[in-house]
């Protein structure tokens, strides 16, 4: 009985190790929690992120620089001009409609995205899982 739990916990770990080994470093799977829309005049106020009309899931692919719904009501994908990979962030930037920033937590896990246009801007955080 010993050896068959002692050979059952070794293959967890292993599918664990082989499962850690193929992720994918690229990919972010990333979670929509809290959104503020600023203006010149009114200041900045908290929105939901469905009133915002953004999905509550993104999937976030930076070798194929894009940034896909996961929401099945919302289906969007956007592209990112460009990635930067510094020691404890990644910043992505592009534009659609507005410019566009988004720095991502290399370590933390941390979502963060800034857009502006004609006298608005808007402030996404969120969390995503690291590989």
Excluded at 14 to 34: E, F, H, M, P, Y
Excluded at 44 to 69: A, H, N, Y
Excluded at 84 to 97: N, S
């Amino acid at each position: 009985m010993a050896r068959f739990t002692a050979l059952f916990f070794a293959i967890i770990i292993l599918i664990g190790a082989a499962q850690a080994a193929v992720a994918d470093v690229n990919i972010r799977s990333c979670a929509l929690t809290k959104a503020f829309e600023c203006s010149p005049d009114d200041g900045c106020q908290e929105w939901t992120i469905p009133e915002m009309g953004l999905p509550r899931f993104v999937r976030v692919d930076l070798k194929s620089k894009t940034i896909t719904s996961l929401d099945k009501d919302i289906s969007r994908t956007t592209k990112i001009a460009a990635v930067e990979r510094l020691e404890r962030i990644t910043v992505l930037h592009g534009v659609e409609v507005r410019g566009w920033s988004i720095t991502l937590g290399n370590d933390s896990g941390s979502f963060a995205l800034s857009a502006s246009g004609d006298d608005e801007a808007f402030v996404v955080f969120g969390s995503c899982m690291n590989p």
